[in-house]
């Protein structure tokens, strides 16, 4: 660091020298008053903004909940689109503290909001992210370890914002650090303040405070006696009783899902969830982040087992419900679930690909929009097929992470943990390239020699038998029927079984019976339509007159309400107009 030498300092209109810069008087005095004009902004609330967190104190020490969720899922962004679009929120300590009386609990989670709202508007310093950090850990430790249930009540939505903000941070500085050490233009001041936190957000502490909630709730003893159809009260304890620590309890079941994920522990990333009823009537259904998180996470960590099959039903589950309601929640997080719909189709087009099955129309339409040559290329083998498998797990995998710190000394020792799951998947996926073009064969045949078949290919025979043994026992998957999650029993997922007796192949072709209801009852509706709009063209054309002039008639600010609310998206599905009319 640069030595400064202060000399030549004399009181009245003497000049500072600082090193080799000189400042007289007037230059001291101008950098005076823009100091404090900086402190007197950071200290500046807006009378809308402190009648807005006094009411919010107040809601939050009177347990309002339904106020509270007002303010937090309402106000808050309203104010924020007003006043901090492109701002922090007044500062914790030097704005907000004085008029709330230095309330330290209220302080705790305005903080969350604030850090919150650093991370959503830009890149956030490395200390806010430290400070982030450690609030989060004394906001869970007043949670957690008090001896007595804390009398706070939070709405559920803000209890999974909490959790899902706070394995957001954790996965956004692992790899904000990671990225930092592998460019190396960081400054020396910024690696040392790292190598000194290099314990903060680390996957010891998040898995800590995650494992934390959910005992402390008790939470896994509730729901095994929930499934069993027992009192779940009973189990509860003191703790588990109160609505913040099983909500907080329950969601942090979801938390271990999404982190042992990124972490790469699939396996134990499904266990964690094997007492949740994926359900209509469970909690995560309630809250869309919470849904369709959970769905993509499990759908995901199916995929890199290689239960295929659990996988295109887990994401197709949640893709018909995105797609029936996408009209209805256009909320905040609209933007959110879009991309990760695009990201769950991606991941549907890879599980088809390499488990061809039949999908829901609305979703096999949606899927061949979206990723229909894509889908194409990877049916047809060769190292194209190869090429869009990797642009697809890139684009749709979560954002993994390492496990331990990484090495400050020696970046070039640090692993790419993204290239790591790449490289294991596609190991996976080259070993099925073969079974596209050996499918196509057998397909043709009941019984086939070996040698006709390698001739064919254009392949040893002794390699053609490897293959045709990895083919049979690629088509056995375990799939869930009940249970918790890792259960199942093993089936046959494709179309074609075989044996080999020799050197002669029996080929077993078994095709599901084509439901034709569905098909006949959609289509018969559209015929109907048609010919109803054939046959009085004029009534649907003074319909859709009235509508507009309706609309038309309206107040100004309710008719752009009602056409951003009401304008329907694109549809996917082939019953389009049924559904219109």
């Known amino acids: 660091m640069e030595d400064y030498e202060y000399d030549d300092f004399e009181a009245g209109n003497e000049t500072i020298a600082v090193g080799e810069h000189v400042y007289d008087e007037a230059a001291l005095l101008r950098q005076q008053e823009a100091l404090m004009e900086a402190a007197r902004k950071a200290a500046y609330v807006p009378e809308a903004i402190k009648e807005f967190i006094l009411y919010f104190q107040k809601c939050l020490h009177e347990k309002n909940v339904y106020e509270l969720l007002s303010c937090y899922d309402n106000s808050f962004r309203k104010l924020t689109e007003k006043f901090y679009k492109n701002l922090p929120w007044p500062s914790p300590e030097l704005a907000v503290a004085p008029i709330v009386n230095n309330d330290q609990t209220f302080l705790l989670f305005y903080k969350e909001l604030y850090y919150r709202h650093l991370y959503a508007k830009g890149q956030p310093t490395i200390e806010q992210r430290l400070d982030s950090y450690h609030n989060y850990c004394t906001l869970f430790d007043f949670i957690i370890n008090s001896e007595t249930p804390t009398d706070i009540e939070l709405p559920t939505q803000w209890c999974w914002d909490m959790i899902d903000e706070f394995i957001y941070q954790f996965n956004s500085f692992s790899i904000f650090r990671s990225r930092l050490i592998k460019k190396g233009n960081a400054s020396q001041a910024d690696l040392e303040l790292l190598e000194k936190n290099v314990g903060v957000w680390g996957a010891y502490p998040v898995l800590n405070v995650l494992y934390s909630l959910a005992g402390k709730a008790n939470i896994t003893a509730q729901l095994k006696a929930t499934k069993n159809g027992q009192d779940a009260t009973q189990v509860a304890g003191p703790f588990g009783s109160k609505p913040l620590y099983n909500t907080l309890g329950y969601f942090s079941l979801i938390g271990l899902l999404r982190v042992h994920t990124l972490l790469g522990d699939y396996a134990l990333a499904l266990k964690t969830l094997e007492d949740v009823q994926l359900n209509k009537r469970a909690l995560l ?191 056995k998957q375990t799939k869930w029927t009940e249970g918790a999650l890792l259960d199942g029993e093993s089936v046959n997922v494709s179309e074609i079984d075989i044996a080999l007796d020799n050197d002669l192949i029996h080929i077993a072709e078994s095709k599901d019976g084509r439901k034709f209801a569905d098909w006949f009852i959609r289509n018969t509706l559209k015929n109907y339509t048609a010919q109803e709009f054939i046959a009085n063209p004029d009534s649907k054309q003074d319909q859709q007159h009235d509508k507009s002039k309706k609309q038309h008639n309206r107040p100004k600010k309710d008719t752009n309400n009602t056409k951003k609310d009401s304008t329907p998206a694109p549809s996917t599905s082939s019953s389009a107009p049924v559904a219109a009319k």
């Open 285 to 475: 259904s309630r809250v869309t982040g919470a849904h369709y998180t959970t769905y993509y996470y499990v759908g995901f960590c199916y995929l890199m087992l290689r239960r295929y099959a659990d996988a295109i039903k887990s994401f197709s589950h949640i893709l018909v419900f995105i797609s029936r309601t996408k009209n209805i929640n256009r909320n905040a997080q609209f933007d959110n679930v879009n991309k990760k719909s695009d990201q769950m189709y991606a991941l549907l087009a890879i599980c088809v690909a390499l488990c061809p099955t039949r999908l829901d129309d609305i979703i096999h339409t949606g899927m061949r929009e979206k990723y229909g040559e894509q889908l194409s290329k990877m049916n047809r083998g060769g190292p194209d097929a190869l090429k869009t498998f990797e642009e697809l797990f890139v684009f749709a995998a979560p954002k993994f992470i390492s496990p331990t710190p990484p090495d400050f000394e020696h970046p070039e020792y640090n692993v790419e943990p993204l290239q790591h799951h790449l490289k294991i998947f596609l190991e996976t996926v080259k070993t099925a390239n073969l079974g596209y073009t050996l499918k196509n064969y057998l397909n043709l045949y009941a019984t086939m020699d070996i040698r006709k078949l390698s001739g064919f290919l254009e392949t040893d025979v002794e390699l053609l038998r490897s293959a045709l043994v990895s083919f049979k026992i690629k088509n």
